[in-house]
Nanobody, 124 residues
Framework: QVQVVESGGGLVQAGGSLRLSCTAS????????MAWLRQAPGKEREGVAA???????TYADSVKGRFTISRDNAKNTLYLQRNSLKPEDTAIYYC??????????????????WGQGTQVTVSS
């Protein structure tokens, strides 16, 4: 059974930093594409960043230069380092896993396994 669990959310002031973590079990972690997506209040869920097993990454334009996605395949853990946070980064952040690692993208429908989400609130 696949389990995906996020941690590290919370309240942070604008301009601050916060790192999210995600552990995934029950799958061949190092061989699948992983991603972070978020859903802000009143908005649709959007892709933030994704990373292939080999480390190739892609980012949404809104977070380029501020967010960094990384993974530790030995620990089955995915990270999202977020710097220069803005109030518009307030959202529930989800970790998601795909079924394979050959593609790279931010489309929600590409991901099969999801965590419950972790709330991040950025105050102005």
């Amino acid at each position: 059974q696949v389990q995906v669990v996020e941690s590290g959310g919370g309240l942070v002031q604008a301009g601050g930093s916060l790192r999210l973590s995600c552990t995934a079990s029950g799958l061949d972690f190092g061989r699948v594409t992983m991603a972070w997506l978020r859903q802000a209040p009143g908005k649709e869920r959007e892709g933030v960043a994704a990373i292939r097993g080999c480390g190739t990454t892609t980012y949404a334009d809104s977070v380029k230069g501020r967010f960094t996605i990384s993974r530790d395949n030995a620990k089955n853990t995915l990270y999202l380092q977020r710097n220069s946070l803005k109030p518009e980064d307030t959202a529930i952040y989800y970790c998601a896993a795909g079924l394979s690692g050959w593609w790279l993208g931010l489309q929600e429908n590409k991901y099969t396994y999801w965590g419950q989400g972790t709330q991040v609130t950025v105050s102005s």
